[in-house]
């Protein structure tokens, strides 16, 4: 099916450190999402992006979306124990519509 | 106020079997998706559902069905399970309308044998 390149596959960093994930496509999106998965659970919503150049904060995450409209960063600061998990991207193609295109995940594991 | 619920939590069947899948949505939600997550993998999108029908479809055969109900809730149904169908499923629901985001469920865990 079809997916968004998401890199790093995984990253392995020590408490406190920044960290920083992205998303490329050769198609353009309208929405990018980003979400975060914990063991067990269905992913949880970090943030939305709607507008081509859009930089967005939620406490220590921010996200932009790509100018060209293909791609999209994460940036998670002063990384902490529970920030462990997998991240994903998530493209959306119109505002009102259901089918999301993720990403492969980025798997984060953080040392104290 | 709850989320997304969905059951049973974990299913095992065997190769041939049919299964099915139940979703609740969050409240004042109307809207409801299913996805189909493998092992290391993003989820895939499976279909939509709004007004109990479904309005939109992902790359899967049609041994994947779904209905959803006067109240919302919905069925995810797999006929003639293949070993490949082993995978999270995950439902999110949302109110039907632009930029409103889609909530998850934690997701079923459907094991093939």
């Known amino acids: 099916g079809q997916q968004l390149n998401q890199s790093p596959q995984s990253m392995f960093i020590q408490e406190g450190e920044d960290v920083s994930m992205n998303c490329t496509s050769s198609?353009?999106?309208?929405?990018w999402l980003w979400y975060k998965q914990d063991p067990g659970e269905g992913p949880v919503l970090l943030i939305a992006?709607?507008?081509?150049?859009e930089l967005t904060s939620n406490g220590r995450l921010t996200a932009q979306f790509g100018i060209t409209r293909k791609d999209s960063f994460l940036n998670i600061s002063a990384s902490i124990p529970s920030d462990v998990g997998i991240y994903f991207c998530?493209?959306?193609?119109?505002?009102?519509?259901?089918?999301?295109?993720f990403g492969q995940g980025t798997t984060l594991q953080v040392k104290p | 106020d709850a989320g997304v619920t969905q059951s049973p939590t974990h299913l095992i069947k065997t190769r041939g079997q049919q299964v099915t899948l139940r979703c609740s949505p969050k409240?004042?939600?109307?809207?409801v998706s299913w996805y189909q997550q493998a092992l290391g993998q993003g989820p895939q999108f499976i279909f939509q559902?709004?007004?109990?029908?479904?309005?939109q479809r992902g790359n899967f055969p049609d041994r994947f069905s779904g209905h959803q109900f006067p109240n919302y809730s919905s069925e995810l149904n797999v006929n003639a399970l293949l070993l490949g169908d082993s995978a999270l499923y995950l439902c999110?629901?949302?109110?039907?309308?632009?930029?409103?985001?889609?909530?998850f469920g934690a997701g079923t865990r459907l094991s093939v044998l």
């Open positions: 999110a629901s949302r109110l039907g309308g632009a930029k409103n985001i889609q909530y």
């Open positions: 198609s353009i999106f309208n929405t």
């Open positions: 992006l709607y507008k081509a150049g």
């Open positions: 998530a493209g959306q193609l119109g505002s009102n519509t259901g089918k999301l295109i």
């Open positions: 409240s004042g939600h109307d809207t």
């Open positions: 559902y709004y007004e109990e029908e479904e309005r």
